[in-house]
């Protein structure tokens, strides 16, 4: 099969940073990782052409993904090849963007990244595999892409064994035995000691390596943080009741406690009611604010986040996450206490 | 509490219901605001201490 590989500015060779506002532009020729990628493919595959483009074009410009589909086609290839990302954001996004797009095109499309790359949830019809989270782990990542390369291309589709991630489309197929005689024969496997034996994989987490304890709390800045929607009345920043979006921090300073009335919950999962008769019954403000005055802890970070885990993605959940830890260590807090609805 | 320790979630504090975890409805307000006293006490005594792996804190007495 005739391959096109999509890369950024930098795998390129064009330059950093500087070059990430670049258009789309083509070369002749397997490129930066393309050509280890072009060697591991051997004579069954030739990559005929680089389409290369600067990352902050790709991937903040809505048109960039049309306008670098033109010159994937333009080169005659049927199948396209975009990254290997990693976990970089902006590229990432650009190579689920562009595999999406030569999808539908009818191409046969492959984009490569991190797992956790914001990118993955571009790519959707067209699979991704996962890679390493550097370009340390290039060596093994284009080994991978080369084997999901060929296995597209003899027209069969990946599978998480071949590091397929993000949405795995659904497909019927006739089972070899109806559902009652999978299900016993399941049960039977359970009982005979493979405690993960399934039909349906529940999504996988993750794990996160726990803080170090706090030496002193009364001498510790910590902060309070919600996922149960709590805002204040009006809900000023109009925070979703259910799968939200977005994020928010509201002030605490000056306020003893919470009243009913100053603070609701928008939660969408359950009775507010008695919520909102006492928000402290989600953001303990009162009690913490006695715990400070008697010493016990040292200073309350004098603002709180919040946001509605309420059919909220476990993506989205965690970079909401990844932000606040981000943000609460920048404002030098040591510890949080997130209540959970 | 089973999902949190599901989810990986480092240090955990059981309370008594979704829509109130830090509250207690059946309870009178002063015995409401000794039990959110008590389960912010538990929290505290979480964060200082080390854990592995996700770990229950039970709110239990506490001497302060």
Same mark, same amino acid.
């Given at each position: 099969?005739?391959?096109?590989?999509?890369?950024?500015?930098?795998?390129?060779?064009?330059?950093?940073?500087?070059?990430?506002?670049?258009?789309?532009?083509?070369?002749?020729?397997?490129?930066?990782?393309?050509?280890?990628?072009?060697?591991?493919?051997?004579?069954?595959?030739?990559?005929?052409?680089?389409?290369?483009?600067?990352?902050?074009?790709?991937?903040?410009?809505?048109?960039?993904?049309?306008?670098?589909?033109?010159?994937?086609?333009?080169?005659?290839?049927?199948?396209?090849?975009?990254?290997?990302?990693?976990?970089?954001?902006?590229?990432?996004?650009?190579?689920?963007?562009?595999?999406?797009?030569?999808?539908?095109?009818?191409?046969?499309?492959?984009?490569?990244?991190?797992?956790?790359?914001?990118?993955?949830?571009?790519?959707?019809?067209?699979?991704?595999?996962?890679?390493?989270?550097?370009?340390?782990?290039?060596?093994?990542?284009?080994?991978?892409?080369?084997?999901?390369?060929?296995?597209?291309?003899?027209?069969?589709?990946?599978?998480?064994?071949?590091?397929?991630?993000?949405?795995?489309?659904?497909?019927?197929?006739?089972?070899?035995?109806?559902?009652?005689?999978?299900?016993?024969?399941?049960?039977?496997?359970?009982?005979?000691?493979?405690?993960?034996?399934?039909?349906?994989?529940?999504?996988?987490?993750?794990?996160?390596?726990?803080?170090?304890?706090?030496?002193?709390?009364?001498?510790?800045?910590?902060?309070?943080?919600?996922?149960?929607?709590?805002?204040?009345?009006?809900?000023?920043?109009?925070?979703?009741?259910?799968?939200?979006?977005?994020?928010?921090?509201?002030?605490?300073?000056?306020?003893?406690?919470?009243?009913?009335?100053?603070?609701?919950?928008?939660?969408?999962?359950?009775?507010?009611?008695?919520?909102?008769?006492?928000?402290?019954?989600?953001?303990?403000?009162?009690?913490?604010?006695?715990?400070?005055?008697?010493?016990?802890?040292?200073?309350?970070?004098?603002?709180?986040?919040?946001?509605?885990?309420?059919?909220?993605?476990?993506?989205?959940?965690?970079?909401?996450?990844?932000?606040?830890?981000?943000?609460?260590?920048?404002?030098?807090?040591?510890?949080?206490?997130?209540?959970?609805? | 509490?089973?999902?949190?320790?599901?989810?990986?979630?480092?240090?955990?504090?059981?309370? #008594?219901? %979704?829509?109130? *975890?830090?509250?207690? $409805?059946?309870?009178?307000?002063?015995? /409401?605001?000794?039990?959110?006293?008590?389960?912010?006490?538990?929290?505290? #005594?979480? %964060?200082?201490? *080390?854990?592995?792996? $996700?770990?229950?804190?039970?709110?239990? /007495?506490?001497?302060?």
């Amino acid at each position: 099969m005739k391959v096109v590989h999509y890369v950024n500015q930098f795998f390129a060779g064009v330059g950093g940073e500087e070059k990430a506002t670049v258009g789309p532009e083509v070369r002749e020729a397997p490129t930066g990782p393309g050509r280890k990628l072009a060697s591991l493919l051997g004579d069954e595959h030739q990559i005929v052409a680089t389409v290369f483009c600067g990352d902050d074009y790709a991937a903040s410009n809505d048109a960039a993904p049309a306008e670098i589909l033109e010159l994937i086609k333009a080169t005659g290839a049927e199948m396209l090849v975009s990254g290997p990302a990693f976990t970089s954001g902006r590229y990432g996004i650009a190579c689920g963007r562009v595999a999406a797009a030569a999808h539908k095109a009818g191409l046969v499309a492959l984009a490569a990244m991190h797992a956790e790359n914001p990118g993955v949830a571009e790519a959707a019809p067209a699979p991704v595999v996962a890679t390493g989270l550097t370009a340390r782990e290039m060596g093994a990542t284009l080994e991978k892409v080369a084997l999901a390369v060929k296995k597209l291309a003899s027209g069969q589709t990946l599978t998480p064994e071949d590091g397929l991630v993000g949405s795995i489309p659904r497909r019927n197929r006739l089972a070899e035995s109806n559902a009652a005689a999978r299900a016993v024969d399941l049960a039977l496997t359970r009982l005979a000691g493979d405690r993960s034996a399934t039909e349906i994989p529940m999504p996988d987490f993750g794990a996160v390596a726990p803080a170090g304890p706090v030496t002193d709390p009364s001498k510790a800045l910590i902060a309070l943080l919600t996922e149960g929607g709590l805002v204040p009345a009006g809900n000023p920043g109009r925070l979703e009741s259910a799968r939200a979006t977005k994020w928010l921090r509201y002030p605490l300073e000056e306020l003893p406690g919470l009243e009913e009335g100053s603070h609701v919950s928008v939660h969408g999962g359950f009775s507010t009611v008695v919520a909102n008769e006492n928000p402290n019954r989600i953001l303990p403000l009162d009690v913490a604010r006695e715990l400070k005055d008697e010493g016990a802890i040292g200073s309350l970070y004098a603002e709180y986040f919040v946001t509605t885990g309420n059919g909220t993605s476990v993506a989205d959940g965690a970079r909401y996450g990844v932000e606040w830890a981000a943000e609460l260590r920048k404002q030098g807090v040591q510890a949080a206490i997130l209540t959970s609805t | 509490m089973p999902i949190a320790i599901r989810v990986g979630a480092p240090r955990v504090v059981p309370t #008594r219901g %979704i829509p109130y *975890p830090t509250g207690d $409805p059946a309870l009178g307000p002063k015995e /409401e605001k000794a039990w959110r006293r008590l389960l912010v006490q538990t929290a505290l #005594r979480a %964060i200082s201490t *080390p854990v592995n792996k $996700p770990t229950v804190f039970k709110p239990g /007495e506490l001497t302060t």
